[in-house]
């Protein structure tokens, strides 16, 4: 079934279709909207194609609903190609930009949506807690995943449990650097999503600034991040462990070997400022698997 949230925002011709095509699917995680096309609703199993064309009328109609009848007010947003609404749901827009200086001022004829249903599934990483610690010491960590295998989704379990406190464990301050709203799934500053009651969330903040901000004002024992890789990422990462603070990062990834190359990585890993690489993994059937090294990219499990 769709949530209600979801339902919402659709076109009101589409709603009847969706509700009786998706009774019994599994749980959805993403639905696609192309003009021109029949939206595709893609499962843990497979996709779904409902039997109904988009117009460019359903979408104008669609975007009247996300923006709560102001598209005007989430310019900005769209702009950024993304917008996160209530219930951790996550908006991903498309179409025609306008440059202005060799960058995005704009989006206009908006011809595709990519609705990424929240799914927060506690207790997922459950398995991987206990090798990130060391002698009770939560060890700076990096996952490693392709698109969609689940980095994020792994990244927000570890956040909850490092800060509630798991297995015995005392609770840390854990500080979120949320640049794209995917993590704490904040809607209007209002995390969505269980990031634990120590947990302190810097939404829409760049990577960098964000991290140097939670050190000044929050004082954090863990900083979560998600998507580090760049040379100007290694350097801020490096400035926080200096500082005293843990990393829980992720980054984009087929195997660690190739992602110890990227400039970034490559940095990070030279400095050995990482003791755990965290490689995840989505089976066919939807279950997520991981393998763990060591600081000198040792396979541990």
């Not at 498309?94 to 060799?102: C, I, N, Q, S």
């Not at 990422?233 to 984009?252: F, N, P, Q, R, Y």
């Not at 400095?271 to 995840?280: G, P």
Request: charged fraction near 30%.
């Amino acid at each position: 079934m769709v949530r209600e949230e979801i339902l919402h925002i659709m076109p009101t011709g589409l709603r009847g279709f969706m509700k009786d095509c998706l009774k019994g699917a599994a749980d959805p995680e993403e639905i696609r909207i192309r003009i021109g096309q029949a939206p595709e609703v893609r499962c843990a199993n497979g996709s779904i194609w409902l039997p109904y064309t988009i117009t460019a009328e359903d979408l104008e109609e669609m975007l009247t609903f996300i923006s709560g009848y102001s598209v005007y007010a989430y310019e900005e947003e769209i702009r950024q190609g993304y917008l996160t609404i209530a219930g951790g749901n996550r908006i991903g827009f498309a179409g025609e930009t306008r440059l202005v200086d060799g960058r995005v001022d704009r989006m206009t004829h908006i011809c595709f949506l990519n609705i990424r249903i929240a799914a927060e599934r506690k207790g997922c990483a459950k398995k991987l807690l206990p090798f990130l610690f060391e002698e009770g010491e939560f060890l700076n960590t990096l996952l490693i995943a392709r698109p969609g295998a689940g980095k994020t989704t792994f990244l927000r379990d570890c956040v909850r449990m490092l800060s509630d406190g798991e297995a015995g464990r005392d609770g840390k301050k854990v500080c979120v650097i949320d640049e794209r709203s995917e993590i704490a799934a904040s809607h209007l500053g209002v995390p969505q999503n269980d990031v634990g009651r120590r947990t302190d969330v810097l939404d829409g903040c760049p990577k960098r600034e964000g991290m140097r901000m939670a050190m000044r004002s929050m004082s954090p024992e863990i900083i979560g991040i998600d998507e580090l890789g760049g040379k100007e990422d290694a350097k801020a990462v490096e400035e926080i462990i200096l500082s005293g603070c843990k990393i829980l990062g992720t980054m984009h990834g087929s195997c660690v070997e190739h992602s110890m190359q990227t400039a970034g990585v490559k940095r990070m890993y030279r400095k050995k400022l990482f003791a755990r690489y965290v490689l995840l993994d989505k089976t066919e059937t939807g279950e997520r698997t991981f393998l763990v090294y060591d600081q000198d990219c040792k396979r541990l499990c």
